[in-house]
T-cell receptor, first 112, second 117 residues
């Protein structure tokens, strides 16, 4: 079975810290990559897509290394509201028929 | 952004009963809808993919006769858990795709928490 593996966590960090999450995927044919966040007992919500060139959205930076099949997420200046579980997600086929393969998630807890 | 709703948000039922969960795309037509299940501290697992007007495609290990999926319109898909048992207790989440080509985002519903007593 194709897998997406993430840091086991949990990550407990103080406010203002920088934290990095890593993820590896097993299917080299995977086409799209995402980070989602999921709050307790809620649905996952798209945080950002991940592109080969790397991309940034405010305090969040995502990187993709296709050769190593590795994805990362960096959060700078952590806020209390960043506390959630971060899911690494891979899409294996193109178009709407491609389903999303979710990692188990890494739990982040930002403390005052 | 696109909105997907699910109903009910929470259901508690007795063992042996059937439960129907609705998933609606509120402001777009969903060519494809996906049903996921998430057990505590586990990742979301795809159960099935449904396209409007055709039979759903089930993932390996998911019983199609137990989890009935109907996608009768471009805005509504239903999942019926038949003869539910305690081991079916889980968080069921649907997502919908508008098949918009390269971006092709899946929009998630808020989920339905099922507890079978």
């Amino acid at each position: 079975r194709k897998e997406v593996e993430q840091d086991p966590g949990p990550f407990n960090v103080p406010e203002g810290a920088t934290v990095a999450f890593n993820c590896t995927y097993s299917n080299s044919a995977s086409q799209s990559f995402f980070w989602y966040r999921q709050d307790c007992r809620k649905e996952p919500k798209l945080l950002m897509s991940v592109y080969s060139s790397g991309n940034e959205d405010g305090r969040f930076t995502a990187q993709l290394n296709r050769a190593s099949q590795y994805i990362s997420l960096l959060i700078r200046d952590s806020k209390l509201s960043d506390s959630a579980t971060y899911l690494c997600v891979v899409k294996e086929k193109g178009g709407s028929q491609g389903n999303l393969i979710f990692g188990k998630g890494t739990k982040l807890s930002v403390k005052p | 952004g696109a909105v997907v709703s699910q109903h009910p948000s929470r259901v508690i039922c007795k063992s042996g009963t059937s439960v129907k969960i609705e998933c609606r795309s509120l402001d777009f037509q969903a060519t494809t809808m996906f049903w996921y299940r998430q057990f505590p501290k586990q990742s979301l697992m795809l159960m099935a993919t449904s396209n409007e007007g055709s039979k759903a495609t089930y993932e390996q290990g998911v019983e199609k006769d137990k989890f009935l999926i109907n996608h009768a319109s471009l805005t509504l898909s239903t999942l019926t858990v038949t003869s539910a048992h305690p081991e079916d207790s889980s968080f069921y989440i649907c997502s919908a795709s508008d098949g918009g080509g390269a971006t092709d985002t899946q929009y998630f519903g808020p989920g339905t928490r099922l507890t079978v007593l």
